[in-house]
């Protein structure tokens, strides 16, 4: 799925060209961007949002314990 996002300023403009445009192509949609508020991306006002945000490692802990020893003979 592809999304042509269109800027609200613009929305008049080039929605309904872009829905028209893009009849045929199932794969893309046509949406308008309507998010509200500071974006939090921002360099204002940075250090606050940093300040909540918590990271962790997501990844699966190790097995506990020892593997066993494996003796190896010879190659080939």
């Known amino acids: 799925m592809i ?4 800027p609200r300023e613009l ?3 080039l ?3 872009l829905v028209s445009y893009y009849a045929d192509n199932p794969d ?4 308008v961007d ?5 974006d939090r991306r921002s360099a204002s006002g940075q ?3 940093d300040e909540r945000r918590v990271t962790r490692d997501r990844r699966r802990a190790r097995v506990t314990g020892t593997f066993p020893t ?3 003979s ?3």
């Open 28 to 31: 893309v949609t046509v949406i």
């Open 11 to 13: 929305e008049d403009d």
């Open 47 to 49: 250090e606050a949002y």
């Open 34 to 38: 309507r998010r509200r508020g500071p």
């Open 74 to 76: 010879g190659t080939g």
């Open 15 to 17: 929605y309904d060209k």
């Open 70 to 72: 494996v003796e190896v």
């Open 3 to 6: 999304y042509c996002v269109v």
